[in-house]
């Protein structure tokens, strides 16, 4: 049971535009950084966002993310198929004292 | 490039123990956090460990704190994990990450920006 909680799965067609939430507290999403994660089947996952609505170099601008209060959001705009993958928020909680990672989100492109 | 290579992972029974290893090449180890994650099969990703530049900090989960040790041997450039009085709950895939912290310098807003490939542990009898 994770603190950060996001819905199981989203789909949408090519080209559509696909939001992802992550729900967490004053302890985790309140006071620090989101990052999101991507992970193809079968492979490692790759930072998408961090610092809440920062891309690494190499992530295209379809991706964008963003914070407010205790929740957050991943989009993904002109969805491709290859953005079929299984999507993680995190970041670090103060109760814990440790990172925690979201329940995921299984993007599916129909 | 920067690589990570984790090793170390087998069959392990219950109760026992292992120790994994992460060989990291492609930039300076010791300048930077490095954390263990791990996947268990079919499951979401689950934070374990981590450990500070030198050494001299590190925090775990909940469930893992007092059975796995995290250490690091910064000339070695190898990233090590402990595992004690395993579990079967504790099969999983395990991946280790750089931490690479952001422009508000905070170690608790690093993010994971490179990681292994993963080796697999299986606690069973």
């Known amino acids: 049971q994770s603190v950060l909680t996001q819905p199981p799965s989203a789909s949408g067609t090519p080209g559509q535009r696909v939001t992802i939430s992550c729900s967490g507290s004053?302890?985790?999403?309140?006071?620090?950084?989101l990052k999101w994660y991507r992970q193809l089947p079968g492979t490692a996952p790759k930072l998408l966002i961090y610092s809440n609505n920062q891309r690494p170099s190499g992530v295209p601008d379809r991706f964008s993310g963003s914070k407010s209060g205790t929740s957050a959001s991943l989009a993904i705009s002109g969805l491709q198929s290859e953005d079929e993958a299984v999507y993680y928020c995190a970041i670090w909680d103060d109760s814990l004292n440790g990172h925690v990672f979201g329940t995921g989100t299984r993007v599916t492109v129909l | 490039e920067v690589q990570l290579v984790e090793s170390g992972g087998t069959l392990v029974q219950p109760g026992g123990s292992l120790r994994l290893s992460c060989a990291a090449s492609g930039f300076s180890f010791s300048d930077y956090w490095m954390t263990w994650v791990r996947q268990a099969p079919g499951k979401g990703l689950e934070w374990v460990a981590n450990?500070?530049?030198?050494?001299?900090?590190?925090h775990y989960m909940d469930s893992v704190r007092g059975r796995f040790a995290i250490s690091r041997d910064n000339p070695e450039n190898s990233l090590f994990l402990h595992m004690y009085s395993l579990r079967a709950e504790d099969t999983a895939v395990y991946y280790c990450?750089?931490?690479?912290?952001?422009?508000?310098?905070?170690?608790?807003?690093?993010?994971?920006?490179?990681w292994g490939q993963g080796t697999l542990v299986t606690v069973s009898s």
């Open positions: 990450a750089r931490e690479r912290t952001d422009s508000s310098g905070y170690f608790q807003n690093s993010y994971f920006d490179s």
């Open positions: 450990v500070k530049e030198d050494g001299s900090q590190k």
């Open positions: 004053s302890y985790n999403i309140g006071i620090n950084n």
